[in-house]
C-alpha cells in the first residue's frame, strides 16, 4: 500500500472522455451524446459536495421562486444545473423540461443549453430532434467550444479537429481515426501538440517521431514535455534540443540530461543556460543544479557565480555550499564563514531558517534548552513563513512545556497554527493545545461534524461563459470550455497554471490537477510572478482542490461502519492515490486504498467473501477501511502507529516498538527507520488535520479567532 511511483491507468476514470465508439454518423448521435455527461452517482456533486438528491431538491425549490432579480438569476441558473443533474441520472423528460425555452432567459450560456437539450433528446432516442438541435447550434454558435459537440455528434470529424483542436472530442476523434490508421502524422502531430497529457501518449510520440516529418519547433516543445511527464528522459533530451529556444526549453533541455544520468552533458547544457539567459529565472536554478553534480570546487564556483548576480537565490547557494565545504572539503573555517555570511546578510532566506534550526535541534539536544528557544525566536523573527518554521515552533513549544515555560509554549503552538495552518505541525501544535482534533491515540474516534463548501468563486483566468460554468459546477463543459481557449499554449502564466489545476481536479484528474497546483510552489518565476503566486493560493479553490471529497459518501459510510474518522480515511486516499479510482503502483497494489492483491486475498478470507473488485471505489473502500482498523487493532488504537502499518506492514512497525518503545511519539515518528514510511505518516496525518481545518466548522472557528487573535510576529516580541 506503498504510494505509487509508475502509474497505470487500467480504465476510463471517472470525469474523462467517454468510451470510443467506432459507428455510423446516427449511431455516433444515439452513443456519444447521451454518455457525454454522464457521472459517478455514488460520487458527491462537483458544486456543492451534497448527495445529487438533496441537492435536486434543493434546486427545484429554488427555481420555483419569483422574486427579485437576484432571485430570478438564482433560479434561472437552478433550472440549468437541475437539468444537468437529471442527464446525469438519465432522466431526459425532465431535464427537457427544466431546459424549456431557457436560452433566452440565460443568455451567457445558450450554446451549452442546446448540449444539454440534445443529449437528453438523444437520451429520449428523439434522433430527429436531437440533430436539428445540434444544427440549430452550429449555425447560432459556430465559434463556441459548445459546437465541438455538435461537430462530434454529427460525424463531422475534420471539421471538429480544425476547428477546435484541443478540445476533448477532438481527442477521441484522433485517437478513433489512429485506431484505424496509426501512422498518420497530422493525427500523432495533433495528439503530441494538444494531449501530450494523455495517459498513452508515449507509444504516439515514438511513431511520430519514427516517421521522421517535418516538425516544427513548438511540435517538438509539446514532444520533449509529453516524452518528460512519462519519465523518458533521454527522448526528452532530444526533443527539447529541437524545440523552440527560450529559457524553459534550454533548463528542461538540461534537467532531462541530469535526470537521464549523461552528468556532463547535463553540466554544460546547465551552463548554456546561465550564458544565453542569464536575467532568467531559470538561470540561477541551473547553477543550483551545478552545484548538486560538479565537482566540488566547480560546485563552490557555481555557488560563489549565484551569490555575486543572483541575490534571491545567495540564501541556498549559501547553505549549499558551507555543507560542500564541511563535508566534501573538510574546510571548517571556510564552511563557518559562509554560515556567517548566510545568517548576517540572507537571514531572511529560507536556508538561514533551516541553518538555525539545525543549529536549535543541536542546541536541545545538548540539554541547552533556553539557547534552542532563543534560536528559534531568532528564526521566527527573520523567517517566519520559512519551510523549517513549522517544525521548529511546534518544537520549541514542547521544549517551552518541559522547562515549564506554558505561557511560552501556548505562544509558540499558536503561532505554529496561525502562519502554518496547513502543516501537520499546526495539528500537533492544536492537539497540544487540547483543541478537539485527535491525538495519535484518539484521531481514530475524533469525527467533528462537517459541512462542505456550498458557493464557488470565479476562477483567476478564462472568458465570463468559463467563470459561470465553474460557478455553477458544470464541471465537463467548464474543462472542455477551457481547454479550447488555452488551445494547447505550453508556457502557462500562474493564474492559468491555477485555473487548470482546479478544473482538473473538479473532473476527477487528481493526479495531475493537485501535482499542477503544487508545482506553484516550486516552479521558477520572476519575482512579480511570484507576489502574483501568493495571492492565487488565498483563493478558495485552491486549498479545497488540494484537498477535495471525492467519494465522501462512501469513505464515510465506510468509516462509520469501522469507527474509524471519516477525516482520517480520506486522508489516508489521498495520499496513497490521489483518488484515482483504478490506479497502480510499480509494485501492483490497486486503486483508492492501494491494496495489494495478496493482501486484498487476505482480507476476503478475513470477511468471508469470494466475489469482489479491487478497482471498484465500493470494494476498495470496504477493504481498505477493513485493513486499517485492522492495522489500528493490533496497535491498541494508535493511529500513528496504524498508519505506519498500512504502509511499512504490521511486522515492520512491530520490530520499532520492541527495539525502542514508543516513548515521545513525536520523536518516534522523527526516528522511523524508513524514510517513506516516516514522511508517509507526517502526511496522512497532515492530511487528516487539513480535512478537519478545512471542512469542520468548528475546526475552522478556532482557527480564524486564532488568526484574529494578534500579529502573526508576536514571537518576535518575546
Known amino acids: 500500500m506503498r504510494w505509487p511511483i509508475v502509474l497505470m491507468l487500467s480504465a476510463t476514470l471517472a470525469g474523462a472522455s467517454a468510451p470510443l465508439i467506432m459507428a455510423s454518423s446516427e449511431s455516433n448521435l444515439t452513443l456519444n451524446a447521451s454518455l457525454a455527461n454522464n457521472r459517478d452517482d455514488k460520487s458527491f456533486d462537483p458544486l456543492i459536495y451534497s448527495p445529487v438528491k438533496q441537492r435536486l431538491a434543493k434546486l427545484e425549490t429554488q427555481a420555483k421562486q419569483q422574486s427579485s432579480s437576484s432571485t430570478d438569476t438564482d433560479r434561472i441558473r437552478a433550472r440549468l444545473v437541475i437539468a444537468d443533474i437529471h442527464l446525469n441520472n438519465r432522466k431526459p423528460r425532465e431535464a427537457i423540461a427544466a431546459l424549456d425555452k431557457l436560452e433566452t432567459e440565460y443568455p451567457i450560456l445558450a450554446d451549452y443549453i442546446l448540449v444539454k437539450r440534445a443529449q437528453a433528446q438523444t437520451q429520449l432516442r428523439d434522433l430527429q430532434s436531437a440533430k436539428t438541435t445540434w444544427e440549430s447550434l452550429l449555425k447560432n454558435f459556430p465559434d463556441s467550444p459548445a459546437a465541438a459537440e455538435a461537430m462530434f455528434a454529427l460525424g463531422q470529424n475534420q471539421q471538429l479537429l480544425q476547428k477546435f483542436p484541443a478540445h476533448p472530442r477532438s481527442q477521441e476523434v484522433a485517437l478513433r481515426l489512429l485506431a484505424q490508421a496509426p501512422n498518420r502524422v497530422d493525427l500523432l502531430a495533433h495528439m503530441a501538440t494538444y494531449f501530450s497529457d494523455y495517459k498513452e501518449i508515449a507509444p504516439i510520440l515514438n511513431r511520430l517521431v519514427a516517421s521522421s516529418p517535418t516538425l516544427t519547433a513548438e511540435q517538438w516543445w509539446a514532444i520533449a514535455d509529453g516524452y518528460y511527464n512519462?519519465?523518458?528522459?533521454?527522448?526528452?533530451?532530444?526533443?527539447?534540443?529541437?524545440?523552440?529556444?527560450?529559457?524553459?526549453?534550454?533548463?528542461?533541455?538540461?534537467?532531462?540530461?541530469?535526470?537521464?544520468?549523461?552528468?556532463?552533458?547535463?553540466?554544460?547544457?546547465?551552463?548554456?543556460?546561465?550564458?544565453?539567459?542569464?536575467?532568467?529565472?531559470?538561470?540561477?536554478?541551473?547553477?543550483?543544479?551545478?552545484?548538486?553534480?560538479?565537482?566540488?570546487?566547480?560546485?563552490?564556483?557555481?555557488?560563489?557565480?549565484?551569490?555575486?548576480?543572483?541575490?534571491?537565490?545567495?540564501?541556498?547557494a549559501l547553505g549549499i555550499k558551507s555543507t560542500i565545504l564541511q563535508d566534501k572539503l573538510n574546510s571548517p573555517k571556510a564552511a563557518s564563514d559562509a554560515r556567517n555570511l548566510l545568517l548576517s546578510r540572507y537571514g531572511s532566506s529560507d536556508d538561514a531558517g533551516e541553518l538555525r534550526w539545525r543549529i536549535a535541534k543541536g542546541q536541545a539536544r545538548?540539554?541547552?534548552?533556553?539557547?534552542?528557544?532563543?534560536?528559534?525566536?531568532?528564526?521566527?523573527?527573520?523567517?517566519?513563513?520559512?519551510?523549517?518554521?513549522?517544525?521548529?515552533?511546534?518544537?520549541?513549544?514542547?521544549?517551552?512545556?518541559?522547562?515549564?515555560?506554558?505561557?511560552?509554549?501556548?505562544?509558540?503552538?499558536?503561532?505554529?497554527?496561525?502562519?502554518?495552518?496547513?502543516?501537520?505541525?499546526?495539528?500537533?501544535?492544536?492537539?497540544?493545545?487540547?483543541?478537539?482534533?485527535?491525538?495519535?491515540?484518539?484521531?481514530?474516534?475524533?469525527?467533528?461534524?462537517?459541512?462542505?463548501?456550498?458557493?464557488?468563486?470565479?476562477?483567476?483566468?478564462?472568458?465570463?461563459?468559463?467563470?459561470?460554468?465553474?460557478?455553477?459546477?458544470?464541471?465537463?463543459?467548464?474543462?472542455?470550455?477551457?481547454?479550447?481557449?488555452?488551445?494547447?499554449?505550453?508556457?502557462?502564466?500562474?493564474?492559468?497554471?491555477?485555473?487548470?489545476?482546479?478544473?482538473?481536479?473538479?473532473?476527477?484528474?487528481?493526479?495531475?490537477?493537485?501535482?499542477?497546483?503544487?508545482?506553484?510552489?516550486?516552479?521558477?518565476?520572476?519575482?512579480?510572478?511570484?507576489?502574483e503566486i501568493v495571492q492565487l493560493k488565498q483563493h478558495p479553490a485552491y486549498i479545497h482542490s488540494l484537498y477535495p471529497f471525492h467519494y465522501w459518501d462512501l469513505i464515510s459510510n465506510w468509516a462509520n461502519e469501522r469507527k474509524l474518522s471519516p477525516a482520517l480515511v480520506i486522508g489516508l486516499m489521498?495520499?496513497?492515490?490521489?483518488?484515482?479510482?483504478?490506479?497502480?503502483?510499480?509494485?501492483?497494489?490497486?486503486?483508492?486504498?492501494?491494496?495489494?492483491?495478496?493482501?486484498?486475498?487476505?482480507?476476503?478470507?478475513?470477511?468471508?467473501?469470494?466475489?469482489?473488485?479491487?478497482?471498484?471505489?465500493?470494494?476498495?473502500?470496504?477493504?481498505?477501511?477493513?485493513?486499517?482498523?485492522y492495522t489500528h487493532s493490533r496497535y491498541g488504537n494508535n493511529s500513528m502507529l496504524a498508519v505506519a502499518s498500512y504502509n511499512a506492514g504490521p511486522g515492520a512497525v512491530g520490530r520499532w516498538v520492541e527495539a525502542k518503545g514508543v516513548g515521545d511519539p513525536d520523536e518516534f515518528v522523527n526516528n522511523i527507520p524508513y524514510d517513506e514510511t516516516r514522511d508517509y505518516v507526517s502526511k496522512v496525518l497532515g492530511n487528516y488535520w487539513n480535512y478537519m481545518r478545512l471542512y469542520s466548522p468548528s475546526v475552522q472557528q478556532q482557527v480564524a479567532n486564532l488568526q484574529q487573535s494578534s500579529n502573526v510576529n508576536a514571537l518576535s516580541k518575546f
Request: net charge positive.
Open 230 to 316: 512519462k519519465f523518458e528522459f533521454g527522448k526528452a533530451a532530444n526533443a527539447y534540443a529541437r524545440a523552440t529556444a527560450n529559457p524553459i526549453t534550454a533548463y528542461n533541455y538540461a534537467r532531462s540530461l541530469h535526470r537521464g544520468k549523461q552528468i556532463g552533458a547535463a553540466i554544460a547544457a546547465y551552463n548554456r543556460v546561465v550564458q544565453q539567459y542569464p536575467q532568467s529565472p531559470q538561470a540561477p536554478r541551473a547553477l543550483i543544479r551545478i552545484t548538486q553534480i560538479d565537482s566540488p570546487q566547480a560546485a563552490i564556483a557555481a555557488a560563489d557565480r549565484i551569490v555575486a548576480s543572483y541575490p534571491d537565490t545567495a540564501g541556498e
Open 366 to 531: 545538548g540539554g541547552q534548552i533556553q539557547n534552542a528557544i532563543a534560536t528559534v525566536d531568532t528564526l521566527i523573527a527573520n523567517s517566519p513563513d520559512g519551510s523549517s518554521t513549522a517544525e521548529a515552533s511546534f518544537w520549541a513549544g514542547k521544549w517551552a512545556n518541559q522547562i515549564g515555560n506554558k505561557a511560552k509554549a501556548k505562544k509558540f503552538f499558536e503561532f505554529t497554527i496561525r502562519q502554518h495552518p496547513d502543516s501537520y505541525y499546526a495539528w500537533r501544535s492544536a492537539s497540544s493545545l487540547g483543541w478537539q482534533v485527535g491525538t495519535f491515540t484518539t484521531a481514530r474516534y475524533t469525527t467533528p461534524a462537517i459541512a462542505l463548501p456550498t458557493a464557488r468563486k470565479a476562477l483567476p483566468s478564462g472568458s465570463q461563459k468559463l467563470q459561470e460554468l465553474y460557478v455553477l459546477g458544470l464541471d465537463r463543459d467548464a474543462r472542455s470550455q477551457w481547454v479550447t481557449e488555452v488551445r494547447g499554449k505550453r508556457n502557462l502564466e500562474p493564474k492559468e497554471i491555477f485555473t487548470d489545476g482546479v478544473l482538473r481536479v473538479a473532473n476527477k484528474d487528481n493526479l495531475i490537477g493537485i501535482k499542477t497546483l503544487e508545482s506553484l510552489d516550486w516552479i521558477d518565476v520572476s519575482n512579480t510572478q511570484k507576489a
Open 574 to 629: 489521498r495520499q496513497e492515490s490521489r483518488f484515482e479510482a483504478q490506479i497502480r503502483s510499480r509494485s501492483g497494489a490497486i486503486g483508492l486504498m492501494q491494496i495489494m492483491p495478496d493482501t486484498g486475498s487476505w482480507i476476503a478470507s478475513k470477511k468471508g467473501v469470494s466475489n469482489y473488485n479491487l478497482d471498484s471505489p465500493e470494494d476498495n473502500i470496504n477493504f481498505g477501511t477493513w485493513y486499517l482498523d
